[in-house]
Nanobody, 120 residues
Framework: VQLQAYGGGLVQAGGSLRLSCAASGKVFSINAMGWYRQAPGKQRELVADITSGGSTNYVDSVKGRFTISRDNAKNMVYLQMNSLKPDDTAVYYC???????????????WGQGTLVTVSS
């Protein structure tokens, strides 16, 4: 599976960005896709994920500001980021986990990352 993420950039605090990620290759119809981020000097953290059935999960720091969505027919996942803060500055990575034999695979696949920079 290959993941192509795009949509990052430079934005002022309070602004918005929309990230997109396209999955291609052997994509299982039941899966979870999501976004992680890694800021300089920090560990990579889950931002949000969404299952093919539409269940979502967000890290507390982005609740109410970010919205994850997906288009199953296109194997796309999106992250709408509003009210951006300087603390949201990070490289954002798309992630895909297939559902196989009754469970989501732990390791999954990663995209190449897209940089989001929020200026104060």
């Amino acid at each position: 599976v290959q993941l192509q993420a795009y949509g990052g950039g430079l934005v002022q605090a309070g602004g918005s960005l929309r990230l997109s990620c396209a999955a291609s290759g052997k994509v299982f119809s039941i899966n979870a896709m999501g976004w992680y981020r890694q800021a300089p000097g920090k560990q990579r953290e889950l931002v949000a994920d969404i299952t093919s059935g539409g269940s979502t999960n967000y890290v507390d720091s982005v609740k109410g500001r970010f919205t994850i969505s997906r288009d199953n027919a296109k194997n796309m996942v999106y992250l709408q980021m509003n009210s951006l803060k300087p603390d949201d500055t990070a490289v954002y990575y798309c992630h895909y986990r297939p559902y196989i034999s009754g469970s989501y695979k732990q390791q999954g696949y990663w995209g190449q990352g897209t940089l989001v920079t929020v200026s104060s």
